[in-house]
Each structure stands twice: as C-alpha cells, then as structure tokens.
C-alpha cells in the first residue's frame, strides 16, 4: 500500500507530513499501534486489494490520552467508492468501544472539501481553524481545520 | 535539569505526557532539534543554575511546517520570578526570527489559568477547547486549549 500512500504524502495536498517522508518512516509511523495504544486498519475489496488504510491512537500522552484522533489514506484509483467513510465509521466506532472520550483530527485541510465534507457527515465539528496552516501546492496557503467530535461515554438522560 | 522536568511530567497537572515517561524518552523528545528544525533553550541565573526551558519546532511537516509550537517548563522551585515569561518571549522572538509564520499551542490545560494567562499576555489567543481534553488528577476533566498567534511575515501598511 505504500504506492498510494506515497502518492499521497508527495503531492502534499492533504497531509500535513514532510513531502519527502521515506516509506520506512511511513510505515513505522503509521503502524506503531502494535507497540503504542491504538490501531490501524485497512480497508480491502473482495481479493484482498487494499483500498485503503487508517490509524487512530491517543492524541496527547497522559492526562490527554482519552482524546483520540486518526489519520486517513485513500488509494486514488479507487476513490469515490466510500472507502473513505467505510473507514471513517469503522474507526469511530472502534474508538468509542476502546474507551475514548473524544475524537480530534488536528489538521483537515480546508482546501479538501470532500474530506471536510464526508467528516462533517461523520459528526465531527470544526472547532478551529488554524489561519493559513496549510500550504497547498496549488492554492497556496489555506487554513487547516481542527475537527473534533465526542465519543462518550454516554450521558444519562437529564444529564449535561 | 530532568528532576523538575520529571516533577512536572510526573505530577499530570500541566503537561500531557505520559506520567511515566522516562528520563531518556523526554531528553530525546526534547533535544530533538539537534536532528530536526526548531531549538530547545533553557533559562539559567548568574550561576549557571537550569530555571526552566523551552523547546519549539514544526507543529506538522511539510505543507504544515511553516507553523510553530512549542512546549515549555520551569523548575517550581524557581516559579514568579518571571522565566516563564522570559521563555516565551525568546521563543515567539526566536520563532518569528527563523520565519515560522504562527505559533500554536496544541494542548494548554483549562485549569493552569496562570499559563493561561501568560501566554494571553504574550499575544497567544484561544482558537479552540477541546471539551475535558485533560484529566486534571484533581480536577478531574477540564479543557484543553488550542492557542495560537500569527507571527509574520509583516504585513505592509495598508494590506489586510
């Protein structure tokens, strides 16, 4: 999967990683749940071509760790299929039963609307933008969204 | 200088680090500058003595890396005497200086009202509370602030 990925991280449209990042900081990054807590997933088609791929684990350390955020990759060539929500959904879910309060995507570029938009109907709020956070080849600069949505637990009825 | 640093990260009042990270953990997470962009500083008196430090770089890579942020501590039994603040000059200073075009903070806790405070004081606005990000040992849940402050390039008279 490291093709799309690639692809992904060079053209520097979407995420926020040095555009030179090398497969094997990629890969130890993305896959590092087996040693940290959280997880990361891929999503398949029905012979086992992965479509997709995500990582969700503590967004802070400590006092901090029951806020989780996630990162999202989708292969091009097989955009537009809800591969993108089939992992969002799944990932969200799998937070909430791990336990986590909350959910925090730290940098949504606001120049990828399909992806603001598919997190949006996800339930995630932007609860800031960051002023020309991000650098888009083309547009320039754009703000960079901070996204957050609460996971639980679940609140009592009449409870704030 | 870790027996403070390792007071305050033990203490899960301020900081979200894992309460458990070790001595070697935080020198590497903290000197890390020697390896990638940014600095790490520290405030010393006349004899040399460590008061607190700094440490600030990239908040994300490549089309993100042009905004700051940084982290900071200072040695309890050297607090009021000003090397909080003293810090966060040099570094907003020392940020602006080698071109980072803002400085964010990802994660101040709600209930450290003097940090608060201080960097308010310094130019630092709320963007954003994550709804109970920090879990205060005290406490319990409080927000967890997302600052921030646009450090340049200058603007010219008269454009926006």
Redesign the interface.
């Known amino acids: 999967m490291w093709p799309f990925m690639r692809e992904i991280?060079v053209a520097?449209?979407t995420?926020?990683?040095?555009?030179g990042?090398s497969e094997a900081d990629a890969r130890a990054g993305w896959f590092r749940h087996g040693h940290e807590a959280g997880f990361t997933v891929v999503a398949t088609d029905e012979d086992g071509t992965v479509l997709g791929t995500a990582e969700c684990g503590p967004n802070?350390?400590?006092?901090?760790?029951?806020?989780a955020s996630a990162s999202f990759m989708v292969d091009a060539r097989h955009s537009r299929r809800g591969v993108g929500r089939a992992l969002g959904e799944h990932v969200l879910d799998r937070a909430r039963a791990e336990g986590f309060?909350?959910m925090?995507f730290?940098?949504v570029?606001e120049s990828n609307v399909r992806a603001v938009r598919l997190w949006r109907s996800l339930g995630m709020e932007v609860?800031?933008?960051?002023?020309?956070?991000?650098?888009?080849?083309a547009a320039g600069y754009v703000g960079?969204l901070?996204m957050?949505q609460?996971l639980g637990p679940a609140r009592q009825a009449g409870q704030r």
């Open positions: 991280v520097g449209e995420f926020s990683w040095d555009t990042t802070h350390g400590g006092p901090g760790s029951h806020v309060r909350g925090q730290n940098a570029a609860l800031a933008t960051i002023p020309e956070g991000f650098r888009h080849p960079l901070i957050y609460r």
